[in-house]
């Protein structure tokens, strides 16, 4: 069994950075995709972006495309999200998942698991 952690969420104002970390315990995650996926108050929880094993292969929603980056350390069974240029509507609860194995190519919240505590990030004047 796979616990995932996630943690480095904050209160921030527009513009600002954070960086969020997924740590994985219980067994390595090195042969998963992970996704971050996040949640707005009233909102249903929608895919951010998703790392494939290698790290070679990267997604990321539309609307995050040139400001957040995903990263893994396989080494240390963590991932990243590097979070740029911070809006008011990035606000929301960030969870980091596993893909299912058989879900090549999803990213869809219905495809992964694992789901970790959360972590709260806003962005506010």
């Known amino acids: 069994q796979v616990q995932l952690v996630e943690s480095g969420g904050g209160l921030v104002q527009p513009g600002d950075s954070l960086r969020l970390s997924c740590a994985a315990s219980g067994r390595p995650i090195i042969s998963y995709t992970v996704g971050w996926f996040r949640q707005a108050p009233g909102k249903e929880r929608e895919f951010v972006a998703s790392i494939v094993w290698s790290g070679i292969t990267k997604e990321y929603a539309d609307d995050v495309k040139g400001r957040f980056t995903i990263s893994r350390d396989s080494t240390n069974n963590m991932v990243f999200l590097q979070m740029d240029s911070l809006q008011p509507n990035d606000t929301g609860v960030y969870y980091c998942?596993?893909?299912?194995?058989?879900?090549?190519?999803?990213?869809?919240?219905?495809?992964?698991?694992?789901w970790g505590q959360g972590t709260q990030v806003t962005v506010s004047s």
């Open positions: 998942a596993l893909r299912s194995p058989n879900r090549f190519g999803s990213t869809s919240r219905d495809d992964f698991g694992s």
